[in-house]
Structures are given as C-alpha cells and as structure tokens.
C-alpha cells in the first residue's frame, strides 16, 4: 500500500462518525433552541398573568 491510499483509507474511515456527530449537533441545537423559545414565551405569557392581576 502507498502512502496515498494509507490517507485515503483513513480519510474515508473518518465520514460517518463526522456525518453522525454533524446530525447529532445539529439535533441537539434544534432541541436546545426550541427549549429557549417556549421558556421566552412562557416567561411572557407568565407576565402578562401577573400583570393582569396586579391590575384587580
């Protein structure tokens, strides 16, 4: 074996786990940015509750 098919070899064995940590991030990103939007809108509809009652 050359050298060169030594690199090609290696670098081909390194696709998928990259493709799969790649998937993988971007889930979690999704995951934790969708958690950070409803804890907003929570937080806001909470206050607005809380300014509704203050108002009584």
């Known amino acids: 074996m050359t050298a060169w098919e030594i690199f090609v070899d290696v670098a081909l064995s390194l696709v ?3 493709l799969v940590g790649g998937i993988f991030y971007l889930i979690m990103r999704s995951i934790l940015r969708a958690d950070s939007k409803e ?3 929570y ?3 909470e206050a607005e509750e809380r300014a509704k009652l203050e108002e009584k």
């Open 39 to 41: 804890r907003d809108v």
């Open 43 to 45: 937080s806001q509809i």
């Open 16 to 18: 998928p786990p990259i």
